[in-house]
């Protein structure tokens, strides 16, 4: 994309043109004009550091994305008039359609987050007084909400979908030109986010348990799946779903299967007892797009996770314990991924191996967003906006629906 603003040398380059052109003239007309020249001279290096200070960058795990100028904010020491105690949060949307969810993330933090998170940070009901501002993409409008900005506030984009989803759903505003410089932060499951929002953390235990972890006279089946959003697939999710039965059993539950979902978790949790691996296949390969299909349904069951997702291994990798997942994308067909399957099946030993990590880690709580904003609201306050166009692009973190991860 385009940078808003001029590079230096562009502007200085420039000036140089007028200055020459402004000699001739001098020298034809036989005037003088040094004033001038001098004039010009001394707007150009005022030019060069004008737009030197404004281009302001930062590093992230994975790409540079640029923070541009945004003018009205200054560090917390400087700020005379914002009023006075711990920093404040408050919401600049709805969430999915009603408060319901922010109410949930506000009790969690009243009763224990903001205990456990380290940070001290009251929620709010008046946006116009908070020092951060969360808005739940999804919800945003198609212009931008009318709320008056103090120059201290951090605006912050939340999402938990992948750039695919969010464009097909209809709710992306991230390309929108009013939304594009919108935002100080980010708060997504992608790693280089401002707050990052994986849906599952997993620690190491204070001390080490030791099992069972699931019992082998139990597992009757081979793998199942929950699988009822059957519209939006842009990895050809249910072709290698369907390619898979060919070779081992698999029992889908939910609208897109023949066997009904259960509502209570621990009815749905009670029946991985029966099965040795769970397919925690997402719809897109997105960057860091890893939901609960892999945590909730894979590594807090009694079933192995057959991870299909992520950019890569490491995106899994990095949000799971070691040795707890068959990751799909390393066999070159579903048939292969099938024999694999078989084989740790038929091998109590090695199929043992992937619960070995239950005795070390143990799941966190999820990465909270007011813990994260409140943090960030301590520790860092970046001056400018992210580029939101560019961060939530589709072309730069998901593969596209043709790419050829299995045959």
Known sequence: ????????????????????????????????????????????????????????????????????????????????????????????????????????????????????????????????????????GRDLPSKPPKLQRKYWQYWVYMNMESP??????????????????LFNWTATTMLESSVHMPYGMWSLRDKPVEGPFYSPQKKRYMAYIAFSNCKYSYNGRAEKIAELKRYIDVHVYGKCGDRALPKDWNVWRKISEEYRFYLSFENAFCRDYITEKFHNNGLDSQAVPVAFGGLSRSDYERVSPPGSFVYALDFPSMRQLAEHLKQLAADEAQYASYHEWKKRYEISPRSDLLCGTCARLHKDRSVGVFDLSRFYDIKRNCRPSYYKYLV
């Open 1 to 136: 994309s385009q940078p808003a603003f001029r590079q230096p040398s562009v502007g200085v380059k420039g000036a140089s043109k007028r200055n020459e052109k402004m000699l001739r003239f001098c020298r034809l007309h036989r005037i003088q004009c040094t004033a001038a020249v001098l004039l010009l001279t001394l707007l150009s290096l005022l030019s060069f550091f004008f737009w030197s200070e404004t281009e302001i960058a930062v590093n992230t795990a994975e790409s540079n994305i640029q923070l541009q100028p945004q003018r009205h904010l200054k560090p917390a020491s400087q700020i005379k008039d914002r009023p006075a105690g711990p920093p404040r949060i408050s919401f600049g949307t709805k969430y999915f359609g009603d408060n319901s969810g922010w109410k949930d993330y506000t009790t969690r933090w009243r009763e224990n987050g903001q205990r456990s998170c380290g940070f001290d940070c009251d929620i709010v009901p008046d946006p116009a007084i908070a020092d951060a501002v969360l808005f739940h």
């Open 164 to 181: 695919l989803s969010t464009k097909s759903y209809g709710y992306d505003v991230s390309s929108a030109p009013a939304y594009r410089f």
